[in-house]
Nanobody, 123 residues
């Protein structure tokens, strides 16, 4: 059973921080790039950040640069998204996803998806 489980979402005030976790099971985690995506009501799912299988290369959406950090611990089959300086527009459901190719911003290239974790940023 291939599975991704997100956690760490919640309610936070603007300017605050959260760390999301994505725990994988059922596949060779260190062969897969992991991406974070988010979706808010009325908007399409959008790319947030991605990390290659080794953890040596990362990619960020423009809105995430300087505020969010993606990292992975392959020994724990876990990817993290550290979010700081949160803004109300960061509110949404955050998903992690896995693909066995290179890191990409395209959701269509990801094979496995978690169920998401809600992030709500109040003003």
């Amino acid at each position: 059973e291939k599975q991704l489980v997100e956690s760490g979402g919640g309610l936070v005030q603007a300017g605050g921080s959260l760390r999301l976790s994505c725990v994988a099971s059922g596949f060779r985690f260190d062969d897969y790039a992991i991406g974070w995506f988010r979706q808010s009501p009325g908007n399409e799912r959008e790319f947030v950040a991605a990390i290659r299988h080794s953890g040596l290369t990362t990619y960020y959406a423009t809105f995430a640069k300087g505020r969010f950090t993606i990292s992975r611990d392959n020994a724990k089959n876990t990817v993290y998204l550290q979010m700081g300086g949160l803004k109300p527009e960061d509110t949404g459901v955050y998903y992690c996803a896995a693909q066995d190719g290179g890191a990409t911003m395209k959701a269509e290239n990801y094979e496995y998806w978690g169920q998401g974790t809600q992030v709500t940023v109040s003003s």
